[in-house]
Nanobody
Framework: VRLVESGGGLVQAGGSLRLSCAASGSIFSFNAMGWYRQAPGKQRELVAVISSGGSTNYADSVKGRFTISGDNAENTVYLQMNSLKPEDTAVYYC???????????????WGQGTQVTVSS
């Protein structure tokens, strides 16, 4: 299974970016997909997650500004980030908890990360 992220970059404060994460491989089913971020000198933290049933959860710091969505047919998850702030600057990692064939064990996977930089 492979997770490939795209959409990071440099943006001014108040701007928007959209991150995408496409999962590929022998995927049987998803439990959840989400986004985490890690700023320099800080621990990795949850940004947003979406379950296979469509329920979502957000970090308090991004509620009302970020929206997570998924395309089940394309095995892709998106993160729309609006009203970006300098404190949103971090490497953003895609995360997926899924079952793949043939083992069918619930396993967690990570993408390689994409840099988001918000200038003031």
């Amino acid at each position: 299974v492979r997770l490939v992220e795209s959409g990071g970059g440099l943006v001014q404060a108040g701007g928007s970016l959209r991150l995408s994460c496409a999962a590929s491989g022998s995927i049987f089913s998803f439990n959840a997909m989400g986004w985490y971020r890690q700023a320099p000198g800080k621990q990795r933290e949850l940004v947003a997650v979406i379950s296979s049933g469509g329920s979502t959860n957000y970090a308090d710091s991004v509620k009302g500004r970020f929206t997570i969505s998924g395309d089940n047919a394309e095995n892709t998850v998106y993160l729309q980030m609006n009203s970006l702030k300098p404190e949103d600057t971090a490497v953003y990692y895609c995360n997926a908890r899924l079952r793949s064939m043939p083992a069918m064990t619930l396993t967690e996977y990570w993408g390689q990360g994409t840099q988001v930089t918000v200038s003031s």
